[in-house]
């Protein structure tokens, strides 16, 4: 437990791409306050998923009541031994609380993205790079690429690529999910989008590697291709048979012809297989290579993170302490083995052949073992007797004979469970040979089973079944068992698949130092002098049984079934690896439009960009009229039920949805240009889609770090989702204003949290005024968090820029009119009402103009409109409101001096002097003395200068327009127009 200043938490839990613990006050009186988590990871902000869940450890801890547990998304890989800090805030203080290093590496989200292919261009751009591509990476082929990956990962810049089918799950195999690895795993449903722009990247690898000739696998090569790109071509398995399929039909069978053009065209060739070797020209053999696993005394004891059952009759015994026996400390274990070899084979042999006689299982697997899925049909009817043991002639396990003393000897198996690998028949040999010997045996079988029948059926013969394991945990599991099984006598009609395929538990086995028993065939017929590896033929498991538990041979890894020796064999078939660029032509994406050399995207915290003329649009164009050949685009989120909102609300005058419904219309459509300009807007039907169609927003508009820059305006309300993305860009932070001087409780804390993590992964932070800088750059509101540097901080008060149609303003006309007064603003907040009403009863001769909307009018309102020289006009345009300026005599900005003026700095002052107008305003901080600006300090001053001028009608001062722009903004655009550089 950890406590600091009044807060109490731990960073506790670590899995995948989440990391959680738990946060709650020191102090018994303040523990239901308001507080918010903040985790950072090597100094940036990880997404909040979960806070305040139950955690009942830690109220029986500390003797407590309520929800402290948290949940974090950690969007970037982070590294074993990476600094994970937790911070709390109450919206005042930010307290560190604690701080430790990533006990476990914790992988990124699994499923390729915009962060994922902006990585795969860097390596890309590498000398030597590789990439790997495989057809599917839902289910175990990506185990085969994965093979392929790790053989040259230590030594060259690598990225697999693989495509995700919803027929096969959607997501990255279970095995490797969580797995830290350079990926881009593509949905099949949405490639076009991510090959198009991966194609406008020009991200080409120096070398593809090609897992498995199937057509997707080629398409990914082509599109990561370049014209001296080298190209080999892996095989391990018989892919004419497996393409026959019914899942895979459409991507196999049918496209088989194109798949064996393309492969005829590639000179290099890799191999898992001497089977394989035999039939494939020019093939170099890359076995399925392993990691040589270090062995630690302690490893073998240290048992699993969870709990199986086993076959015993007597009771469970742990799974996790490995109790292979030595065979010279038992000669009646050693006896007892013997007996279940030849001796006992004819009644194996007779038993299996009565017990097989009630499965039917398909002839026409669909897939592989560890390099593809198989789906089999199997009879109900027999299944459901194996259940019940009522099996014909089948042994009673339980048989008494079975010492219920001895020690089990533990049997297993991990990987993709299919009917061709033969473990219902591996199940019962085991059976026979416990109730032959008396010696207790347990299997052990893990990983995915397909069909779901399969496991009821070694449930039913004695097996304990597990699901998937992953790859971190591999290793361990292995060591628990005294032997290794790759498989067992294959099912009739499975020839075809075993003829070429080698299983991958063989480099498994091998690497943790355990014996492996392998059902022979011609792809393992080269392996038999390989120590700890044990072939069999039919009927022979007993047999592999006792030599593998007699033998005192060493066991350790080829140096063939090594990452170094799969890497020697890669560079001698890169060696002899040609280009076929020009044969995959037609597989290429791409010919949209190109990407603009040059972009700035203003994300927008709202939906009204575009319409009053605020300072997003004031930036945008600004810089646009500096930068004429550079692209500028405004962009804003919006959900659909505020799009129906603005249409519900469209009638009423005191809003401005009218109008801006019709510009949003035209902003989803991306079909609104002002100033050249693009205004665009991204709907979104839910939280989960914001990040996809954000990311296809980027993609279908060549938007990438190298040519793009982001000006955020905070608080973005869907920045959560889009932050893990926006990681990978310049990301400039523009903050226009405070939006904690209107919130509070809660809300108020958890905005700070929100603007602490935006401004601290800002690579530049522009306030709007000083009063703002002073606010959010104070060194106790960061507490213990590190404040952004002095040299990342920028000034710049607001501006105002008209719009082209502005140069022709109306001219005042000279007479007897009406001396006219105007203020334009939101007149939801902050507005002296009283001081508006004064002025109206006091220059009763006046014209006063009101603009702007009013969310909930009340009685002042009301009361200011009943004076017959108030015109209230709704809220207005920017273009329509510079028509009635042009018509007026000054500008006034009757404000309070609450907490949100102060953080104003109002743009509608710049505005009214851009139009000539003198301005009178009231002394507050968020406005600052200035050439044709009246500061008044108290209401009488104001009324009397307004006064003043309506007796001496000034001509229009235009020597507050021109085109020179202040010194701050020339280099705040100069800034933005550099060229952007992609963050660390």
Request: charged content about 25%; hydrophobic content about 35%.
């Amino acid at each position: 437990m950890h406590v600091s200043r009044g807060f109490v938490g731990r960073i506790d839990v670590f899995g995948k791409n989440k990391i959680g613990g738990w946060l709650t006050s020191a102090d018994s009186d303040e523990r239901s306050a308001d507080f918010f988590p903040l985790l950072f990871v090597d100094g940036y902000p990880a997404r909040i998923l979960h806070w305040r869940t139950a955690r009942g450890d830690v109220n029986r801890a500390l003797g407590i009541p309520g929800n402290y547990g948290f949940t974090f998304q950690v969007d970037k890989a982070v590294k074993q031994g990476a600094d994970i800090e937790l911070y709390a805030s109450d919206g005042e203080r930010v307290v560190l609380v604690h701080k430790r290093p990533a006990e476990a590496s914790v992988s990124a989200p699994a499923v390729g993205d915009v962060s994922q292919i902006l990585n795969a261009k860097t390596l890309a751009d590498q000398p030597d790079s590789v990439a790997i591509t495989c057809w599917d990476g839902g289910h175990n082929p990506i185990g085969r690429a994965m093979v392929l990956h790790d053989s040259v990962a230590k030594r060259r810049p690598v990225v697999l690529f693989a495509y995700l089918f919803p027929d096969f799950g959607g997501a990255i195999w279970p095995p490797i999910d969580g797995e830290m690895f350079n990926r881009v795993l593509i949905p099949w449903e949405k490639r076009a989008t991510y090959l198009e722009y991966i194609r406008s990247l020009n991200i080409e690898f120096s070398t593809v590697w090609m897992c498995k000739p199937r057509l997707p696998t080629f398409e990914l090569a082509a599109n990561i291709s370049g014209k001296n790109s080298r190209f080999i071509l892996d095989h391990d398995d018989n892919e004419v048979h497996f393409s026959r399929s019914k899942p895979t039909r459409q991507f196999g069978f049918y496209a088989m012809s194109l798949g064996k053009h393309l492969a005829s065209k590639v000179t290099a060739n890799t191999v898992a297989s001497v089977s394989l070797a035999e039939e494939v020209n020019n093939a170099v053999i890359v076995r399925h290579a392993r990691e040589p696993v270090q062995i630690d005394a302690d490893v073998s004891a240290s048992p699993p993170s969870f709990v199986v059952r086993t076959s015993s009759a007597e009771e469970a015994s742990s799974f996790g302490a490995s109790t292979r026996q030595n065979p010279s400390s038992s000669e009646d274990s050693i006896t007892a083995i013997k007996k279940l070899g030849l001796h006992a084979m004819s009644l194996a042999n007779h038993l299996a052949s009565k017990v097989s006689s009630n499965n039917v299982a398909n002839p026409s697997p669909i897939e592989s073992d560890s390099e593809d899925l198989a789906t089999h049909s199997s009879s109900s009817e027999a299944v459901s007797l194996e259940a019940q043991g009522q099996i014909a002639d089948a042994p009673v396990f339980d048989d008494p004979t079975i010492s219920a003393g001895s020690s089990p000897i533990k049997i297993g198996f991990v990987g993709t469970v299919r009917e061709h690998k033969g473990l219902i028949e591996a199940a019962r040999l085991i059976r026979l040979l416990a109730w032959e010997s008396g010696q207790p045996y347990e299997f052990h079988v893990y990983g995915d089973f397909n069909p779901d029948s399969l496991r009821e059926r070694l449930d039913g013969m004695g097996a304990v079944t597990h699901g998937q394991v992953p790859r971190e945990e591999l290793s361990q599991i292995l060591r628990s068992f005294d032997v290794i099984l790759s498989g067992c006598t294959p099912a009739p009609g499975s020839e075809d698949i075993t003829r070429y395929q080698i299983s991958s538990k063989i480099g498994d086995a091998l690497a943790v130092e355990r014996p492996v028993l392998v059902p022979n065939g011609p792809s393992v017929a080269d392996l038999g002098e390989i120590p700890g590896v044990y072939l069999f033929d039919a009927g022979g498991l007993g047999d592999a049984v006792q030599a593998a538990m007699s033998t005192n041979e060493d066991i350790t890894l080829p140096p063939e079934f090594t990452l170094d020796g799969a890497f020697e064999a890669f560079e001698a078939a890169e060696d002899s690896a040609n280009s076929i660029f020009d044969d995959l032509s037609p597989l290429r994406f791409g010919g949209s439009e190109p990407r603009a050399d040059r972009t700035l995207v203003l994300l927008w915290k709202q939906t009204d960009a575009g319409f009053f003329g605020r300072r997003v649009d004031q930036l945008a164009r600004t810089y646009q009229q500096k930068y004429p050949d550079h692209r500028v685009i405004v962009l804003e989120f919006c959900h659909k039920s505020e799009i129906e909102h603005l249409r519900k609300t469209a009638p009423e005058f005191t809003s401005p949805n009218g109008p801006l419904h019709d510009l949003t219309e035209k902003k989803r459509a991306f079909s609104e240009i002002r100033n050249g300009v693009e205004y665009h807007m991204i709907e979104n039907q839910n939280v989960g889609s914001m990040q996809w169609n954000f990311e296809k927003y980027l993609m279908d508009n060549r938007l990438d770090p190298t040519n793009t820059r982001f000006v955020i305006y905070p608080l973005v309300k869907q920045f959560k989702e889009i932050a893990k993305t926006l990681a990978s860009f310049d990301c400039v932070i523009d903050c226009v204003d405070n939006q904690l001087s209107w919130n509070s409780g809660t809300k108020r804390i958890e905005a700070s949290v929100e603007y602490l993590k935006i401004l601290k992964s800002g690579s530049r932070i522009v306030f709007n005024s000083q009063e703002n800088h002073d606010f959010f750059m104070d060194p106790d509101r960061w507490g213990d968090l590190e404040p952004p540097s002095n040299e990342r901080v920028l000034v710049a008060p607001n501006w105002y820029d008209p719009e082209a149609y502005a140069e022709n303003q109306p001219s005042l006309s000279e007479g007897d009119e009406p001396f006219k007064v105007v203020y334009s603003g939101n007149l939801s907040d902050r507005i002296d009402w009283d001081l508006m009403s004064e002025v109206a009863d006091r220059l009763p001769l006046a014209e006063f103009h009101v603009v702007g909307g009013i969310r909930n009018p009340d009685e002042r309102f009301d009361e200011l409109l009943e004076r017959s020289n108030v015109v209230y006009w709704g809220p207005l345009s920017e273009r329509r409101l510079s028509e009635l300026l042009g018509q007026c005599h000054v500008g006034i900005v009757p404000h309070c001096a609450d907490d949100v003026a102060t953080f104003m700095n109002p743009l509608k002052v710049h505005m009214y002097r851009e139009f000539g107008l003198p301005v009178i305003s009231t002394q507050v901080p968020g406005i600052a003395p200035g050439e044709g600006l009246t500061l008044c300090g108290s209401p009488e001053e104001f009324i009397e200068k307004l006064a003043a001028l309506s007796e001496n009608r000034p001509q229009r001062d235009h020597s507050a327009s021109g085109s020179t722009l202040p010194q701050h903004v020339d280099h705040y655009i100069s800034m933005l127009a550099e060229a952007p550089s992609s963050p660390s």
